[in-house]
């Protein structure tokens, strides 16, 4: 690993602990009642876990599959191999099975439908036939798409996860996920795609082909801010819920699952994530964009890439605290061409006297392709004279 020393900057003494598993990070306000058995609330911007209880714990996430679906083809998209203007059909077979199973857009038989109407269907009211369709479309198969779903969930680190359905329908468990890994999917489904974020999610109601439904993500018109994420039911996961909101440039983001009852999540979830805005206060480090330091890259065109901060990044403290804090930048070094703008390639550490540290994400502010024979005899020669 190589540490690069980029800054020491102080402030008054800091009165938080790290949190434990069941416990909160050292908010003063009380906490409100959350029974979930799983549950999570972090702050994006600081990398901080304000409360967790069993956030590594398997358990099976229904329609909460689709926050993957969606960043697949998110990824997929970003990448020009798929655009929103594509047109996939309901196959005979997809419509025979999915034809008004659970949540759905009614597809019909043989209908033609757009990759950006696919997408809203499944964000805005998890329509389980229209993540069949997307996947067939895509891949050829469900089984294949999910072979896709899960490599992305290896490249994210997502250890606790395995995707067997597209659309999260009950497989007997075989489809499992962690509240911490859904946060590391929906964090990187927003940083890494705000502008495809923005356009499909946060809707309220969804208007298709003569069809109207509603968006049940209890955050919608109650949260000030809530532009996310994901609600998810089956008889054998019970309601869960990834939720979002920012405020004044602040995003949480919070995981619940396994309640009984739509009314307790509703309730709950409301509350929890209030709680985090109004227990906790952002103290701002580096703007969205800003330069940070400089990782040395290995068989590049260039011999260096510049590290950006892909959102705004933040310390987090209980409202009203202080700290004295020191920052650094580690990554595994030197860096390997090719190199893409926006991979993640190195963290900020955040360090806390009396709360370990805290790592935030660092990406690649350019494209650094392999090195040509110019730029390999460039780079030889260099070696020879130590630069």
């Known amino acids: 690993m190589t540490a690069v020393l980029i800054a020491a900057l102080a402030a008054v003494p800091v009165r938080a602990a790290a949190p434990a598993p069941e416990t909160t990070a050292g908010a003063a306000l009380a906490m409100p009642q959350v029974s979930a058995p799983i549950a999570l609330l972090i702050d994006v911007n600081g990398g901080r876990v304000l409360f967790e209880r069993q956030s590594h714990r398997r358990f099976v996430p229904a329609s909460l599959t689709k926050i993957m679906t969606s960043y697949v083809a998110f990824e997929l998209i970003k990448a020009g191999k798929l655009k929103l203007d594509q047109r996939f059909t309901m196959s005979h077979e997809a419509f025979r099975k999915w034809h008004r199973v659970g949540s759905t857009m009614f597809l019909a038989d043989g209908s033609d439908t757009s990759v950006a109407e696919l997408l809203e269907g499944i964000v ?87 069809i109207e439904q509603p968006n049940h993500n209890p955050l919608y018109g109650h949260v000030e801010g809530a532009d996310g994420v994901k609600t998810g039911f089956t008889n054998e996961a019970g309601y869960g819920l990834v939720g979002s909101a920012t405020r004044n440039g602040r995003r949480l983001m919070m995981v619940v699952g396994g309640y009984d009852r739509p009314a307790d999540r509703t309730k709950e979830s409301r509350a929890f994530i209030e709680w985090g805005f109004a227990a906790f206060e952002a103290h701002p480090l580096f703007a969205e964009g800003a330069r940070i330091g400089t990782a040395k890259v290995q068989g590049g065109e260039a011999r260096s890439v510049d590290l950006v901060a892909p959102h705004p990044l933040a310390l987090t403290l209980p409202r009203g605290g202080h700290a004295r804090y020191s920052l650094s930048v580690r990554y595994k070094g030197p860096l390997r061409a090719p190199i893409a703008k926006g991979d993640e390639v190195a963290n900020l550490i955040v360090r806390v006297p009396g709360e370990g540290e805290t790592r935030l994400p660092l990406v690649a502010a350019a494209n650094v392709p392999e090195a040509g024979a110019l730029a390999r005899l460039r780079n030889g020669f260099l070696a020879m004279l130590g630069q």
């Open 124 to 210: 805005t009211v998890s329509a389980n036939d229209g993540c069949v369709v997307l996947a067939e479309g895509v891949a050829g198969s469900v089984g294949a798409f999910t072979e896709m779903m899960n490599a992305e969930a290896k490249k994210l680190g997502m250890k606790d996860t395995h995707y067997n359905t597209a659309n999260g329908w009950m497989d007997e468990g075989e489809t499992y996920v962690s509240a911490a890994d859904l946060a590391i999917l929906s964090t990187a489904l927003i940083t890494r795609h705000p502008d495809l974020y923005a356009r499909f999610y946060g809707h309220e109601r969804l208007s298709f082909r003569g």
